[in-house]
């Protein structure tokens, strides 16, 4: 076996385990809130590499207004799809909600498809400089922004859900929303604030990768789904499970790229997935207890 080889595999799934690792993390912010899963993830992350590449190469935006510009927007459109299609429904069910974010995931592709067609997009690096080495293999520096984005996310987070009352408040909003509303916590403005949250997010995400991974109207979907894979691999609702299961999608996909073939890196995951499920239902930090009670 090469070595140099392998490793570059590894670090190239480190890489692509992130993507899939923060849009994880994005599931599992409003499934903290509202036990519901958001189909439209994927297409806030669509949206984010696509905003930012109108602001940045067709406007002419410097490329760090253009980020803050893409992720204000991007965050807006989420905060607008809870109030205009969430927000207004009176005593949602957990089906009903699914039902609706997958209507969202449709809309906003139509629109994305209406506005920048079907051309794939690409962004140059953010600092264009020579790869670094490590062991004979190489990280490019755009590698190094989605490593350090992913990082600073899930602190920011852990430290949000852990030690502030707005972060135990969104969480007991899951658990039980009667006994939220009893103990005055604001269950709909809470929601609000996830689905900004999970935007911004799947906004950051998509700014980040879209230098790697070439960006177009369709590519959210893909993407939302080995999101939800890595979500459900490390436990709905487990920020840390999401990374670790992310980091085993991506390592593993690159290896099977590498050493059978690019074709059946998507079905790997997709098997490793189902593979999970019928043995350990909860994801890897999760449990079949949680889960269950949650569906109650």
């Known amino acids: 076996m090469n070595w140099q080889n392998f490793l570059q595999l590894v670090l190239s799934g480190i890489t692509i385990g992130s993507i899939y690792a923060f849009i994880g993390i994005g599931f599992n912010i409003i499934y903290n809130t509202t036990s519901i899963i958001n189909f439209a993830q994927g297409e806030f992350v669509m949206l984010g590499g696509l905003i930012l590449y109108s602001f940045h190469q067709s406007f002419h935006i410097p490329l760090i207004p253009a980020i803050l510009l893409t992720l204000i927007l991007v965050t807006l459109i989420g905060i607008g799809m809870e109030r205009l299609t969430l927000h207004p429904v009176k005593n949602p069910t957990v089906l009903n909600m699914i039902i609706i974010t997958i209507g969202c995931s449709i809309f906003l592709k139509g629109v994305a498809l209406s506005i920048w067609g079907r051309e794939v997009y690409h962004l140059p690096f953010f600092f264009p400089r020579p790869p670094f080495r490590i062991g004979g293999a190489s990280i490019t520096t755009q ?37 939220a509303r009893l103990m005055g916590i604001k269950v709909k403005s809470l929601i609000t604030l996830s689905f900004a949250l999970a935007a911004f997010l ?34 709905l609702g487990k920020e840390f499970g999401a990374i670790l299961a992310g980091m085993a999608l991506g390592i593993t996909e690159s290896l099977v790229a590498g050493y059978i073939s690019s074709g059946y890196k998507d079905a790997v995951s997709l098997l490793i997935l189902l593979f999970i499920l019928f043995v350990r239902p909860g994801g890897i930090m999760g449990s079949k207890e949680e889960i269950s009670l949650r569906e109650l």
């Open 143 to 179: 590698s190094l922004v989605v490593w350090v984005a992913l990082i600073i996310s899930s602190a920011f987070l852990y430290f949000f859900y852990r030690f502030t009352l707005l972060g135990k408040a969104m969480r007991a909003c899951s658990v039980n929303p009667v006994a």
């Open 202 to 235: 799947g906004g950051l995400a998509g700014v980040t990768i879209t230098p790697i991974s070439l960006m177009d109207y369709q590519r959210g979907s893909l993407l939302a789904l080995k999101g939800f894979a890595a979500a459900v691999l490390g436990g």
